[in-house]
């Protein structure tokens, strides 16, 4: 089994920072793209940010410079770092992972969301 554990989710002023980390665990072989999503309150789920174990990246247009993500490959763990965040960032972050296990098994997992909310 594989888990995927989200922390760095709070309540920060319009111009502020925040940090985001997904650490993945369990019966892992190799992990190759993880990233971010979100979700605002009646609205479909976003890409954020991919960052493929090639190190290449993908941002949202509605992200970029001003996001950053990047990876700790030996802790199995992905960051985002947002900076100069605005109201409509506010969402439900969700980290994902494409996952190789152990046993051969290749599948994606999710975390569980961690809530962003950025007040004007």
């Known amino acids: 089994q594989v888990q995927l554990v989200e922390s760095g989710g709070g309540l920060v002023q319009a111009g502020g920072s925040l940090r985001l980390s997904c650490a993945a665990s369990g019966s892992i072989f190799s992990i190759s793209v993880m990233g971010w999503y979100r979700q605002a309150p009646g609205k479909q789920r976003e890409l954020v940010a991919t960052f493929t174990s090639g190190r290449s990246t993908n941002y949202a247009d509605s992200v970029k410079g001003r996001f950053t993500i990047s990876r700790d490959n030996a802790k199995n763990t992905v960051y985002l770092q947002m900076n100069s965040l605005k109201p409509e960032d506010t969402a439900v972050y969700y980290c994902?992972?494409?996952?190789?296990?152990?046993?051969?098994?290749?599948?994606?997992?999710w975390g569980q969301g961690t809530q962003v909310t950025v007040s004007a």
């Open positions: 994902k992972a494409s996952v190789l296990t152990i046993g051969g098994i290749g599948r994606q997992y």
